[in-house]
Nanobody, 131 residues
Framework: LRFSCRRGGGLVQVGGSLRLSCVAS????????IGWFRQAPGKEREGVSC????????VDIDAVKGRFTISSDTAKNTVYLEMNNLKPDDTGVYYC????????????????????????WGKGTQVTVSS
């Protein structure tokens, strides 16, 4: 299994856009939910968005609704996070993760103060939004 966050991270000004991608090679994509998480300096890791590729079910946290869009391409075993109208509070290291579970597992991205014990984690990619 190879699980990686590819491209997309970087430095952007307030209001700008970035697209993160997460590739999961060797994984039965439809059997997993894929989530994006982020961690800002000095803060706990938090969930951002999640998708169940088998049925398209998605969950976003309130802070990114209307600005971030998660999508998947099952043929490429890839999940994308399109981030628009970026704000300084979006700064952090972004991680993708996969968990072999039903779509309801995605609801965990809205939980705080929990341990996200997902099966696989990609290496993070830095997103910095400058004001």
């Amino acid at each position: 299994l190879r699980f990686s966050c590819r491209r997309g991270g970087g430095l952007v000004q307030v209001g700008g856009s970035l697209r993160l991608s997460c590739v999961a090679s060797g994984l039965a994509f439809d059997d997993y939910v894929i989530g994006w998480f982020r961690q800002a300096p000095g803060k706990e890791r938090e969930g951002v968005s999640c998708i169940s590729s088998s049925d398209g079910y998605t969950v976003d946290i309130d802070a990114v609704k209307g600005r971030f869009t998660i999508s998947s391409d099952t043929a490429k075993n890839t999940v994308y996070l399109e981030m628009n109208n970026l704000k300084p509070d979006d700064t952090g290291v972004y991680y993708c993760a996969a968990d072999r579970a039903f779509g309801a597992r995605c609801l965990q991205v809205r939980a705080t103060g929990v341990s996200y014990d997902w099966d696989y984690w990609g290496k993070g990619t830095q997103v910095t939004v400058s004001s």
